[in-house]
Structures are given as structure tokens and as C-alpha cells.
């Protein structure tokens, strides 16, 4: 296989504690920490890997946003990957949208895989990848915890509800990746220098000619209801007469 | 008059509890008229049980041998190909509804409402997004197709006693040959639904190994409950992937959620904000899970989980 398209998105780091804000307008994200979304550093990884067993030629790293995810392009070269493209766009388009750049990418680029997170862990969407798979017509094998390449086809263990899922699925194909799937690797400081020197281009949304959808309109966001504050017992019989208080035993 | 097709969730020999729990998401509906897909295998009992459901006003069968196994490659066009007399396709946001209804709503053009979790009117619904941590309102545009997968702990399961008409369908739409169905390995499935049971024992990264997840299955056993893990309990191999709970894991509500040497990592307190009573068991007075829990006690849990288990 020639290349590997990986998605790089930008997102809240799962460290922070997501605060709404009181106008309600949408989360507080002023001075918060972003980084690359979790799933999509695995996804980076295991194309990677993918190309240091020889299974690939080129890892392209694709981000869609503002210039700001240029950062975390810098951090997916650093960690390895070839050549990176950002998507500019004042507003992120909608999930379909971004499946049908991501299509138009597949089809310049001549990608033989696409590896993207099974969801972004801010709008928590899950749904980018089964929209490419939909609209380039290809397989889609989700929540990937093990990807075996094999020619033309890949072998591809799923977590689901269940257990573990396998099926295999010719390639081109759209993998999205578990938690699972491999631990990333940490990025060193001559890597960071020399992914200085590796292409990053830059394409307007708006340019590419996408036809776009109308997105789900967001109207207001609220904090979740808290919890009622709970009790504190002392010991284990504490605890059993608590519960039974509670009619719980 | 709102008209949704909810699709089926189900292995072949039963519907999938989390079925119910989409047709109530559905029935909230202003003026809802459900009618629910079974994908199956050829013969299979699932299109009876979907028409016991009380809501439910007809059952579309789309029977035959490429339906048996799960593939959401090949359900999804024949799915959307019966999506065009529907404004609504609903389906469960289980890991098999999560792989499906994105590829049903690309192929129907629209995007989709993730995790459902209440109805306000015909078009503007609530979802959680960042790990929970926010509800947002969001409104689907007129004119379109609404495609939902619903938060199925957020919804009650609909009773039986309905008796729909079971009719067969076979949309005439062309089915990809590119993905195969290798197999399942499921776990032993002997003990309590984790994802339906009234009472979840959890144990987290602190049990130490697969032989003292033993504890947690004991307390697990005498109270009746199913048995849940954090991350890093399934990451260290203790227990299988099926049994972890949180943001990537299972999203549940059951009445009583003891967890045990468990810190409450924001991922983990995803998947229990609906349970009723949550009981954490962790020897760190400051670990986050006592600010949610209803009952907390610090202690070893080598020490008091046998105690309690013993107790009960
Ligand atoms: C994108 C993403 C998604 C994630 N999704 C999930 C998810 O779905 N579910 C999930 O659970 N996690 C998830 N995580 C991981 C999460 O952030 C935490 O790392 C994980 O939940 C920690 O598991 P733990 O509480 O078992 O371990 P730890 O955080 O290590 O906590 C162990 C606890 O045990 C206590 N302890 C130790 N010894 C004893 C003893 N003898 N007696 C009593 N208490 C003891 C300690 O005080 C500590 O509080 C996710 C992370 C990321 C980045
Ligand atoms: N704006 C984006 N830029 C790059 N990749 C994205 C973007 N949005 C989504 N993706 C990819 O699609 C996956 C699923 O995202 P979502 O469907 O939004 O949950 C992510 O893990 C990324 O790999």
C-alpha cells in the first residue's frame, strides 16, 4: 500500500475538567489545554508502525480547523508521519462534511487506508469515520483493538458490546481505533526539531468544491445535574446498615 | 404525525434490551407512528419478540443469509433504501447502533444526533458531549431526515404486550462483498446483563490481578449483581474489554454501583452519572470518586470487600 491517511483533530486534552459557560454559549476553553484527540494519536501510531514493518510507503497526517491545529500537525510529523495537510475553515463543518473532505483527500492522495479515532472526545460524535467508509464506498471496520494487514486485506479485531469482533475487509478501507489498539509512542525533542523541516500544506475548505450539509444546529449547553452530596460511613457495618437504610439489601 | 423506524438490535436468538430502550427514546416523539427493522438470518425468532414491544405499529423483516451476522456495511444501504418512507431512523447507541447509523445517515445525506438522551419537541433533542461533562441542545434542520442513535441508559425500556404486523421486506439495493464476518468471542455469560442489571459491582486498577478479581465476583455473586471494570483493570488484563464502563466503555444505570479500588476518573464517572446509588470502596480519602458517591467508605478493599461480602 502506497499511503495511510490519518485525522488529527484538535480537541479539549482529556486531562481537563470541562467547564460551561454561564452565558451557556458552549464550553469555557480559554487558556485550556488542547492536544491531539486520543483516539487519533493511536490512530497515528499504528500507521506508523504500519509503514516501519514496510506495509506502507507514506503516513499523511490530516487536521480540519482553524491555523491553530497546525500545532498538533507539528506533534503528528514529530511523532513520525511524512507530510501533514490542514483544512482551514472558520467554523469545523459538520461530521458529513468533514467525511467528504476527508473523501477528497483519499481520492488526491490515492490512499490505500484511512486510520481515524472512533470519536472525538469533545462533541463525542463517533461518526466520522462510518461517513467516509459510506461515502467513498469502501469498508469500515470500527473500534479497531487489533489490525492485521495481509495484501490486499486486513484482518481487523472490533470491541464491541459482546466481546471481541473480527471480520476482515478488502482494502481501501476505513479503520477507527479503541483505546486498545497500542500504547503511542512519546515524541523526542530531535524529532520536534526535524518535524520542522516536513511539509505541512494548507487547503481552504471552502476551495475544495465540498458539497456541505446543513449541520445540527447547537443551541445551548448546560451543565449536567449534580449529584446529591452522599455520606461517609466508618466501617463495613457502617456501610451494610447505610444500604439497608437505603432499602438497597 | 412523526414516523420512525427504529432498527433492531438483536444476536440472532433475542432482541437486544437496549431495542426497547431505542422504541421509548422514539415514542417520545410528539405523535410518534413506530415501526421497527429486524436485519436476521433466515427463520429467526427476533421478528416476533420486536412485535410484542407496546409501542411498536409494525415490524419490517428483511430476512436472509447476509443479514444473519451484524455487518453494518451491508445493513446500512438496505436500511436507508427502507429510510425513505421514515423522517425518523433511530437506533440503539450500543456499539453495533454506533457502527451502523453514521453510515445510514451519510448515505441519506444528514448528519447525526449522537447519544440521545431526551426529546424537547419534534426536531430538538439533548445530548451529552465531553464526556458528559456538558448537555447540549441541538435542533436538526427542517426538511430532513432525522438519524439518532439513543442513550439508551437514559431511557426506560417499553413494556410488551403489543402485537404488531410482522411484514417481509427485501429492499432491492446492491450489498457490498468487501467485508466478511470472521467469528465472536464472547465472554461466559452465565452472570447479570452489565448493561441491564438493577446492581453493577465494579473493581478498578487497585484488585491487582485477574485471581483477586475474585472479591468482586463474590460480592458480585451474594448481591446478585453483574460485575464492571475501569480501563485499567481491562487494560492490565484482569478482565475482558466487554466489561469495561465509562466514556469508552458501557454507559449504565443501574440502581446500586459499588465500585471498588476505583479512582473515578472523569472517563469512568461517564458511564455511572445515571445510577441510583453509587458506593465507592478506595482506601484514598481524597480520590475523586467520593464526590459522587452517595456511600463512601475508606479502607483497604482486601479487607473489607471479603468483610461485606461475609456481612450480606
Ligand atoms: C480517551 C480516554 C477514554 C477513557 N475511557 C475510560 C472508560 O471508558 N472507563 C474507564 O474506567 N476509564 C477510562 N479511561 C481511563 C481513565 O482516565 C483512568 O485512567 C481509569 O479509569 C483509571 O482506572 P482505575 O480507577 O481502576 O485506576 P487508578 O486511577 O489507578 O485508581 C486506582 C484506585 O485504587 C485505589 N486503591 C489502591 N489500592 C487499594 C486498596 N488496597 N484498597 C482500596 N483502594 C485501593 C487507589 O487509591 C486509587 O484511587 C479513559 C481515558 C482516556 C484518555
Ligand atoms: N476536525 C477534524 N480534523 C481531523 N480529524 C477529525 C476531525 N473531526 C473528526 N476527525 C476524525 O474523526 C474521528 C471521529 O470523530 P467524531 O466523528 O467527531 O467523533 C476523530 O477521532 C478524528 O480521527
Known amino acids: 500500500m502506497n499511503r495511510i491517511v490519518v485525522g488529527l483533530k484538535r480537541a479539549v486534552d482529556y486531562n481537563v475538567r470541562v467547564r460551561v459557560k454561564s452565558d451557556g ?7 485550556v489545554k488542547m492536544s491531539i484527540n486520543p483516539f487519533d494519536e493511536i490512530a497515528l501510531e499504528e500507521a506508523l508502525r ?33 507530510r501533514a495537510i490542514l483544512v482551514t475553515c472558520d467554523a469545523v463543518p459538520p461530521p458529513l462534511d468533514r467525511a467528504r473532505v476527508f473523501h477528497e ?77 497500542n500504547e503511542p509512542r512519546y515524541v523526542k525533542l530531535p524529532d520536534i526539531m526535524k518535524a520542522k523541516k516536513k511539509p505541512l500544506e494548507t487547503l481552504v475548505f471552502a476551495d475544495l468544491g465540498i458539497e456541505t450539509s446543513p449541520p445540527i444546529e447547537e443551541l445551548t449547553f448546560e451543565a449536567p445535574p449534580a449529584r446529591r452530596k452522599g455520606i461517609m460511613v466508618e466501617d463495613v457495618a457502617g456501610l451494610v446498615s447505610a444500604l439497608r437504610d437505603k432499602g438497597l439489601i | 404525525m412523526a414516523k420512525v423506524l427504529v432498527v433492531a438490535e438483536h444476536d440472532g436468538q433475542a432482541l437486544n434490551p437496549g431495542t426497547a430502550r431505542t422504541v421509548a427514546g422514539a415514542a417520545a416523539l410528539p405523535d410518534a407512528e413506530i415501526a421497527v427493522a429486524v436485519f436476521c438470518g433466515p427463520a429467526s425468532r427476533v421478528p416476533a419478540e420486536a412485535a410484542c414491544l407496546a409501542p411498536v405499529g409494525s415490524v419490517l423483516c428483511v430476512a436472509s443469509e447476509r443479514n444473519a451476522a451484524p455487518l453494518a456495511a451491508v445493513i446500512a444501504p438496505q436500511l ?3 429510510a425513505d418512507d421514515y423522517d425518523y431512523v433511530f437506533g440503539p447507541s450500543t456499539t453495533f447502533g454506533k457502527d451502523l447509523m ?71 439495493v446492491e450489498l457490498p462483498t468487501h467485508t466478511r464476518y470472521v467469528g465472536l468471542d464472547a465472554g461466559d455469560s452465565d452472570r447479570p446483563d452489565l448493561q441491564t442489571a438493577h446492581r453493577v459491582v465494579s473493581g478498578g486498577r487497585a484488585l491487582g490481578s485477574s485471581e483477586n478479581f ?29 466489561m469495561q464502563v465509562g466514556q469508552t ?20 464517572l461517564t458511564g455511572i452519572k445515571d445510577a441510583g446509588t453509587i458506593v465507592a470502596i478506595n482506601k484514598d480519602g481524597e480520590a475523586p470518586i467520593f464526590e459522587v458517591a452517595d456511600i463512601g467508605l475508606v479502607a483497604d478493599l482486601f479487607k473489607a470487600v471479603p468483610e461485606l461480602t461475609e456481612a450480606l
Not at chain 1, 25 to 31: A, M
Not at chain 1, 129 to 148: D, E
Not at chain 2, 215 to 242: C, E, H, Q, T, W
Open chain 1, 105 to 181: 483527500i483519499v481520492k488526491r492522495e490515492e490512499a490505500g487506508l484511512v486510520i481515524l479515532g472512533k470519536q472525538a472526545i469533545d462533541d463525542d460524535n463517533n461518526q466520522t469515520g462510518q461517513m467516509l467508509a459510506a461515502v467513498w464506498g469502501r469498508p469500515q471496520a470500527t473500534f479497531a483493538s487489533k489490525v492485521v494487514l495481509d495484501g490486499d486485506k486486513a484482518l481487523v479485531t472490533r470491541e464491541v458490546d459482546a466481546g471481541l469482533e473480527t471480520i476482515e475487509v478488502e482494502l481501501p478501507a476505513v479503520i477507527t481505533t479503541d483505546l486498545r489498539l
Open chain 2, 102 to 172: 453514521p453510515r445510514v445517515a451519510a448515505l441519506l445525506g444528514v448528519n447525526q444526533v449522537s447519544d440521545l438522551m431526551s426529546v424537547e419537541d419534534a426536531r430538538t433533542f439533548k445530548r451529552p458531549v465531553y464526556a458528559g461533562n456538558a448537555i447540549v441542545t441541538v435542533r436538526v434542520p427542517e426538511g430532513r431526515k432525522v438519524v439518532a442513535t439513543v442513550r439508551t441508559a437514559s431511557w426506560p425500556a417499553v413494556g410488551a404486550g403489543g402485537s404488531a404486523a410482522v411484514e417481509q421486506r427485501s429492499p432491492d
Open chain 1, 25 to 31: 454559549s458552549g464550553v469555557e476553553t480559554d487558556g
Open chain 1, 50 to 82: 504500519m509503514r516501519e514493518r514496510g506495509d506502507a510507503a507514506e503516513v499523511i497526517v490530516v487536521s480540519i480547523g482553524g491555523a491553530e491545529a497546525q500545532q498538533q500537525l507539528r506533534t503528528g510529523l514529530a511523532m513520525g508521519a511524512d
Open chain 2, 80 to 82: 436507508a433504501a427502507l
Open chain 2, 214 to 242: 475474585d472479591i468482586v465476583f463474590a460480592l458480585a455473586d451474594k448481591l446478585g449483581a453483574a460485575v464492571g471494570a475501569s480501563r485499567a483493570a481491562v487494560d492490565a488484563g484482569y478482565v475482558p474489554n466487554d
Open chain 2, 249 to 268: 466503555g458501557k454507559i449504565i444505570a443501574p440502581e446500586l454501583y459499588v465500585a471498588i479500588g476505583i479512582s473515578g476518573a472523569i472517563q469512568h
